[in-house]
């Protein structure tokens, strides 16, 4: 099967917000990215997290091949746990073509709030 995607994406507009209602970890908020490796090596993903005031921290991440991988950014913990209520930004490296989409649940306010989008390929 050919490997389609790209290589790098990168996303603008993070931010975990911090109140939840509902059962967890199904209805937690969480800001996440779903990653499609349609190769046939294992996707070894760098995400770069850049926040407004401080240097940028990176996330290995491993996916096998031919697999789909939902990666909650509240999982992500080392280096360090990203931040609640805080703006950032991340920029996802593979080493493998890779097919990205990110979205956002928010259920701070008792309601359900869900968005999704394409994150920006970039072309070498």
Request: glycine share 6%; proline share 6%.
């Amino acid at each position: 099967m050919k490997a389609y995607g790209k290589i790098d994406w990168a996303f603008a507009a993070g931010r975990i917000p911090f109140l939840t209602h509902g059962r967890e970890p199904e209805m937690t908020s969480h800001d996440k990215i779903a990653v499609l490796n349609l190769s046939g090596e294992e996707a070894v993903l760098e995400i770069c997290i850049f926040y407004e005031d401080e240097a940028p921290k990176v996330y290995e991440v491993k996916l096998r091949p031919r697999r789909l991988k939902k990666i909650r950014f509240n999982d992500l913990i080392d280096p360090e746990a990203i931040r609640m209520e805080r703006n950032f930004s991340c920029f996802v490296k593979s080493n493998v073509p890779v097919v990205i989409q990110y979205s956002r649940m928010n259920t701070g306010s008792g309601t359900n709030a869900e968005m999704t989008t394409m994150g920006y390929p970039v072309d070498e």
